[in-house]
């Protein structure tokens, strides 16, 4: 006896997760901020993080590889340079900003 398929559905994510911007998700990702910092101010720890010349340096090389010229493009590409920082790097920056 066969069952029925059953569709495959995306995994639902939960509605609170959603409503936090991604630049939010992105520094309490890498420990630059506290999951509870509103999100006004993890906004502005945001620019200053990409305001930092390490990781403008870091984002170029991204950019330049991916050609991103988009908007959203600068978030991922943020994340992407923070991603390819080391701890050592990390701490320095959040003590930078």
Avoid: C, W
Avoid at 75 to 87: I, R, S, W
């Amino acid at each position: 006896m066969k069952h029925p398929k059953q569709s495959k559905r995306a995994p639902q994510t939960h509605p609170s997760v959603l409503a936090v911007p991604s630049y939010h998700r992105i520094l309490v990702k890498h420990g630059l901020i506290e999951k509870t910092l509103s999100i006004p101010d993890a906004y502005k720890v945001f620019l200053k993080v990409g305001a930092d010349p390490e990781v403008q340096k870091l984002r170029r090389k991204v950019e330049r590889g991916n050609k991103m010229k988009h908007v959203p493009a600068l978030y991922l590409a943020t994340a992407m340079a923070l991603q390819g920082m080391t701890k050592r790097e990390l701490e320095a920056l959040k003590l930078r900003i």
